[in-house]
């Protein structure tokens, strides 16, 4: 017979792709051309052809992000991250210095918590188990949790770029735990990349990937069926 495994009193979260999905592209785009004081639409500007290139190829820009910054320098400084965003605009198709600054900009404006983000962790709260958020990211993305509702139901929130310490490395799913008073035994993470999230394994944490989505829930309920 095999050992009960310990409950779950614990679960750190990632950010992106996990507890808030990016948005529509296009409307990033749109609300950029807006910011850049820019007449009509982005549509009508490129022509629809060019409009929904540009927007495929900005659904997909934080996993190009890699191949111009593999070790992860963006997800430590503020001015990297910056950085790494104006390499990757440098290649975007129909984009100019002024929109790409405007894209920066905006870039938080369309993230929005998935449809089961919210009632999950209102009952992960409520069971009385603990919540960390834990994300590589080089900018403050507090105001996105504010505006979402998202932080009065989190314990914690780890940001690479504070941590000093990006996933997959061990250290910063120690410091989550540390802030949260769990043992590693005792946690679940839950994210969406088996090369960053999957790193909490090597500290003895259970971990559950929920590959990207597109709809409006991310199978979070997931999460409260482990915890049970």
Same mark, same amino acid.
């Given at each position: 017979?095999?050992?009960?495994?310990?409950?779950?009193?614990?679960?750190?979260?990632?950010?992106?792709?996990?507890?808030v999905?990016?948005?529509?592209?296009?409307?990033?785009?749109?609300?950029?051309?807006?910011?850049?004081?820019r007449?009509?639409?982005?549509?009508?500007?490129?022509? &629809? #052809?060019? *409009?929904?290139? +540009?927007?495929?190829?900005?659904?997909?820009? @934080?996993?190009?992000a890699?191949?111009?910054? %593999?070790?992860?320098?963006?997800?430590?400084?503020?001015?990297?991250h910056?950085?790494?965003?104006?390499?990757?605009?440098?290649?975007?198709p129909?984009?100019d &210095? #002024?929109l *790409?600054?405007? +894209?920066?900009?905006?870039?938080?404006?369309? @993230?929005?918590?998935?449809?089961?983000?919210? %009632?999950?962790?209102?009952?992960l709260?409520?069971?009385?188990?603990k919540?960390?958020?834990?994300?590589?990211?080089?900018i403050d993305?507090?105001?996105?949790?504010?505006r979402?509702?998202?932080t009065d139901?989190?314990?914690?929130?780890v940001?690479?770029?504070?941590?000093?310490?990006?996933? %997959?490395n061990?250290a910063?799913?120690?410091?989550?735990?540390?802030?949260?008073?769990?043992?590693?035994?005792?946690?679940?993470?839950v994210?969406?990349?088996?090369?960053?999230?999957?790193?909490?394994?090597?500290?003895?944490?259970?971990?559950?990937?929920?590959?990207?989505?597109?709809?409006?829930?991310?199978?979070?309920?997931l999460v409260?069926?482990?915890?049970?």
């Amino acid at each position: 017979m095999f050992p009960e495994p310990a409950p779950i009193e614990g679960v750190l979260f990632d950010f992106h792709s996990t507890l808030v999905d990016q948005g529509d592209a296009a409307i990033w785009i749109r609300l950029a051309w807006e910011h850049a004081g820019r007449d009509g639409d982005p549509a009508s500007a490129l022509g &629809a #052809e060019k *409009a929904a290139r +540009l927007a495929g190829w900005m659904e997909r820009i @934080w996993e190009r992000a890699r191949e111009v910054d %593999p070790d992860s320098a963006r997800d430590l400084d503020p001015v990297a991250h910056r950085r790494v965003f104006d390499t990757l605009a440098a290649s975007m198709p129909d984009v100019d &210095a #002024e929109l *790409a600054r405007s +894209l920066y900009a905006m870039l938080l404006e369309t @993230w929005i918590p998935y449809d089961d983000a919210i %009632p999950v962790l209102s009952e992960l709260h409520a069971r009385g188990v603990k919540t960390a958020l834990v994300s590589n990211v080089g900018i403050d993305v507090r105001a996105v949790l504010d505006r979402a509702g998202l932080t009065d139901l989190l314990d914690a929130v780890v940001l690479s770029y504070e941590a000093g310490s990006v996933k %997959p490395n061990v250290a910063i799913f120690a410091r989550a735990l540390e802030l949260i008073d769990v043992q590693p035994e005792r946690a679940l993470m839950v994210g969406d990349s088996w090369r960053d999230d999957g790193g909490a394994v090597e500290l003895g944490i259970r971990t559950l990937l929920l590959p990207r989505t597109s709809g409006p829930a991310h199978g979070l309920d997931l999460v409260l069926r482990l915890v049970d």
